[in-house]
């Protein structure tokens, strides 16, 4: 059964109709350019989403501490690292870019914070 | 009473404040930026999502690494800040402007200035704007506040959430309530189409099963103390079906209808707006009726993407330079928002050197044109493979574009 898509590279939001071939691999129509294919293959084979949050901050008086995945994350694990990010305690001073979760649930993709709070 | 004498002040420290001090600033000019909040980088700081600075600084960031980014490049440009600093008031001195501040920690601030640029931002519509019948329980929010209590103090506002609107704020607070812990029942939209990016369609409805009720009107809150459901009827053929309407139970609605430009303290200046932007009237450098007061980013028009708020922002803060140095303007030609253009911002260009416009659409089209034409001549003609009314779109115009313009010349901008 065919799969529907929006792909969203560029404005035009082309409307992806997409078929999982039994040879493996798939099969892509209704994209106007090339880059249609490519995300409508990451999307179904490998989809990712940059996980942002904020953790409560420690003293507990002080603004919650802004973060994400230095990188796309694995569209299935979100969930999983949403619901460990918010539970996270983060001392301060903490500075943007400093890493918070070195490795996340395994993926070799780490967590940083993007706000400075001393 | 504290008194201080700059060239320029800038009311607000967003994004826009801070690239037009910038500016100011390179230009040689001592520059003041006055802020209410305690800290610079005003709205970015509560989206913590991704998507920004494409442009500004080729990376995609967070909004607060976007604001803490342009921080440090105010920082380094040696002009100055004070926070926790509300304008109230703006006094014209002669050739001087009289700036009225009020601050806990330094009670009334004095400041004078040669010029002023507006960054003041906008504010969230609310339910009395709309006017959504029905009783009126505790439960309602604007999805902006949400998205600060949620973001910043750690505070869900329920578990059963509906969304009033599909503009980007309500669309990203759909996922963020989501993220935290909470069902999103719906997001309702009047119109036929979305009027957020497709991109949050996708990544903040569909990612989580969460309905899109396009072409749905809503009749009614419900509730004792606290919100127990939210009507809604579809709209077919441009009636309301109100025999179809339906209920959704929830605790909790999130209002997304719309942003207002923060313009109190520029009526009182003076400072005239323009009705379809609800932001001043400027000229082609970005300059209002009152001289030597210029308007940049969400003040000027609500603008959907950070970087464009810096790069308008950029240009108001360095044509506000060359006016304190008394380099006028050449001429200006009006320009007009032409067959489904909704406004253009500034609405005058100066033919003599480059300009650059944004503009808002107002429809949902495939394959349009967008035509530049100077008395009802074309004389510039581009495709767009798609437009719609929720993203901005930029033209820029070459003197050249603008050669043979007389005194009356009009310069009118269509979309077909
Ligand atoms: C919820 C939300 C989500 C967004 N998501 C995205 C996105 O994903 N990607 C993207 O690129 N853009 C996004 N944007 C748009 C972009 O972030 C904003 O348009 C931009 O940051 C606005 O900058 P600004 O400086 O004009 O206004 P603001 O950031 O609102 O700054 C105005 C400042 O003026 C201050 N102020 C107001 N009145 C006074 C006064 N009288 N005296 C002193 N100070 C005053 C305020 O305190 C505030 O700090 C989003 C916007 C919102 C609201």
Same mark, same amino acid.
């Given at each position: 059964?065919?799969?529907q898509?929006?792909?969203?590279?560029?404005?035009l939001?082309?409307?992806?109709?997409?078929?999982?071939?039994?040879?493996?691999?798939?099969?892509?129509?209704?994209?106007?350019?090339?880059?249609?294919?490519?995300?409508?293959?990451?999307?179904?084979?490998?989809?990712?989403?940059?996980?942002?949050?904020?953790?409560?901050?420690?003293?507990?008086?002080?603004?919650?501490?802004?973060?994400?995945?230095?990188?796309?994350?694995?569209?299935e694990?979100?969930?999983d690292?949403?619901?460990?990010?918010y539970?996270?305690?983060?001392?301060?001073?903490v500075?943007?870019?400093?890493?918070?979760?070195?490795?996340?649930?395994?993926?070799?993709?780490?967590v940083?914070?993007t706000?400075t709070l001393d | 009473?504290?008194?201080?004498?700059?060239?320029?002040?800038v009311?607000?420290?967003g994004a826009?404040?801070m #690239?037009?001090?910038?500016?100011?600033?390179? %230009? @040689? !000019?001592?520059?003041?930026?006055?802020?209410? /909040?305690?800290h *610079?980088? &005003?709205?970015?700081?509560?989206?913590?999502?991704?998507?920004?600075?494409?442009?500004?600084?080729?990376?995609?960031?967070?909004?607060p690494?976007f604001?803490?980014?342009?921080?440090?490049?105010?920082?380094?440009?040696?002009?100055d800040?004070?926070?926790?600093?509300?304008?109230?008031?703006v006094?014209?001195?002669?050739?001087?402007?009289?700036?009225?501040?009020?601050?806990?920690?330094?009670?009334?601030?004095?400041?004078?200035?040669?010029?002023v640029?507006?960054a003041?931002?906008?504010?969230?519509?609310?339910?009395?704007?709309?006017?959504?019948?029905? #009783?009126?329980?505790?439960?309602?929010y604007? %999805? @902006? !506040?949400?998205?600060?209590?949620?973001?910043? /103090?750690g505070? *869900?506002? &329920?578990?059963?959430?509906?969304?009033?609107?599909?503009?980007?704020?309500g669309?990203?607070?759909?996922?963020?309530?989501?993220?935290?812990?909470?069902?999103?029942?719906?997001?309702?939209?009047?119109?036929?189409?979305?009027?957020g990016?497709?991109?949050?369609?996708?990544?903040?409805?569909h990612?989580?099963?969460?309905?899109?009720?396009?072409?749905?009107?809503?009749?009614?809150i419900?509730?004792?103390?606290?919100?127990?459901?939210v009507?809604?009827?579809?709209?077919?053929?441009?009636?309301?079906?109100?025999?179809?309407?339906f209920r959704?139970?929830?605790?909790?609605?999130?209002l997304?209808v719309?942003?207002v430009?923060?313009?109190?303290?520029?009526?009182?200046?003076?400072v005239?707006?323009?009705?379809?932007?609800?932001?001043?009237w400027?000229?082609?450098?970005?300059?209002?009726n009152?001289?030597?007061?210029?308007?940049?980013?969400?003040?000027?028009?609500?603008h959907d993407?950070?970087?464009?708020?810096?790069?308008?922002?950029?240009?108001?803060?360095?044509a506000c330079?060359?006016?304190?140095?008394?380099?006028?303007?050449?001429?200006?030609?009006?320009?007009k928002?032409?067959?489904?253009?909704?406004?253009?911002?500034?609405?005058?260009?100066?033919?003599?050197?480059?300009?650059?416009?944004?503009?808002?659409?107002?429809?949902?089209?495939?394959?349009?044109?967008?035509?530049?034409?100077?008395?009802?001549?074309?004389?510039?003609?581009?495709?767009?493979?798609?437009?719609q009314?929720?993203?901005?779109i930029?033209?820029?115009?070459?003197?050249?574009?603008?050669?043979?313009?007389?005194?009356?010349?009009?310069?009118e901008?269509a979309?077909?």
């Amino acid at each position: 059964m065919a799969e529907q898509l929006i792909c969203i590279t560029c404005p035009l939001g082309c409307r992806l109709e997409v078929e999982r071939l039994p040879a493996g691999g798939l099969s892509v129509s209704g994209n106007r350019c090339t880059r249609g294919a490519r995300y409508a293959e990451e999307e179904l084979l490998a989809p990712k989403r940059v996980v942002t949050a904020t953790c409560r901050a420690l003293p507990e008086d002080r603004c919650r501490v802004p973060v994400r995945t230095a990188a796309p994350f694995p569209k299935e694990k979100a969930g999983d690292l949403i619901r460990l990010l918010y539970s996270l305690e983060v001392r301060l001073p903490v500075r943007r870019g400093d890493v918070l979760v070195p490795d996340a649930l395994g993926t070799g993709i780490p967590v940083i914070a993007t706000r400075t709070l001393d | 009473m504290r008194e201080l004498s700059y060239d320029a002040a800038v009311i607000g420290g967003g994004a826009a404040g801070m #690239a037009a001090a910038l500016e100011i600033r390179a %230009a @040689g !000019l001592s520059c003041v930026i006055l802020e209410r /909040e305690d800290h *610079l980088g &005003g709205i970015l700081l509560q989206c913590v999502h991704n998507g920004f600075g494409l442009i500004e600084f080729d990376e995609e960031l967070s909004g607060p690494e976007f604001a803490e980014r342009m921080e440090e490049r105010f920082r380094a440009s040696g002009a100055d800040a004070y926070l926790g600093v509300t304008v109230m008031d703006v006094e014209d001195a002669g050739d001087r402007k009289v700036l009225f501040g009020y601050s806990a920690e330094h009670g009334i601030l004095r400041v004078s200035v040669r010029a002023v640029v507006l960054a003041m931002g906008c504010r969230e519509r609310n339910r009395g704007n709309i006017r959504i019948p029905g #009783a009126r329980p505790a439960g309602v929010y604007t %999805a @902006g !506040l949400a998205q600060r209590l949620v973001n910043m /103090e750690g505070y *869900l506002p &329920g578990k059963d959430a509906v969304i009033i609107g599909s503009g980007d704020i309500g669309l990203i607070m759909a996922r963020r309530m989501s993220w935290a812990g909470a069902k999103v029942h719906g997001v309702v939209e009047i119109l036929p189409y979305p009027s957020g990016l497709t991109r949050n369609i996708v990544q903040c409805l569909h990612d989580f099963d969460i309905p899109l009720y396009l072409s749905h009107l809503t009749t009614g809150i419900f509730g004792g103390d606290r919100v127990e459901s939210v009507e809604i009827a579809p709209i077919e053929d441009g009636a309301v079906r109100f025999e179809k309407a339906f209920r959704i139970p929830c605790d909790t609605v999130l209002l997304s209808v719309g942003l207002v430009p923060e313009n109190e303290l520029s009526k009182k200046m003076g400072v005239e707006l323009n009705p379809m932007t609800n932001g001043p009237w400027t000229d082609s450098r970005m300059m209002t009726n009152v001289p030597g007061i210029f308007a940049a980013g969400n003040v000027l028009h609500v603008h959907d993407l950070v970087d464009y708020v810096a790069e308008e922002a950029r240009r108001a803060g360095a044509a506000c330079a060359r006016w304190i140095r008394g380099e006028g303007p050449g001429r200006e030609l009006r320009v007009k928002a032409g067959p489904n253009v909704r406004y253009t911002a500034p609405c005058r260009v100066g033919p003599e050197s480059p300009n650059k416009l944004y503009l808002r659409t107002l429809i949902v089209k495939n394959d349009a044109v967008l035509e530049v034409r100077l008395d009802n001549r074309v004389v510039q003609s581009r495709k767009k493979a798609h437009i719609q009314p929720s993203e901005m779109i930029s033209v820029t115009l070459d003197p050249k574009d603008l050669a043979g313009a007389g005194p009356d010349s009009v310069l009118e901008i269509a979309i077909l």
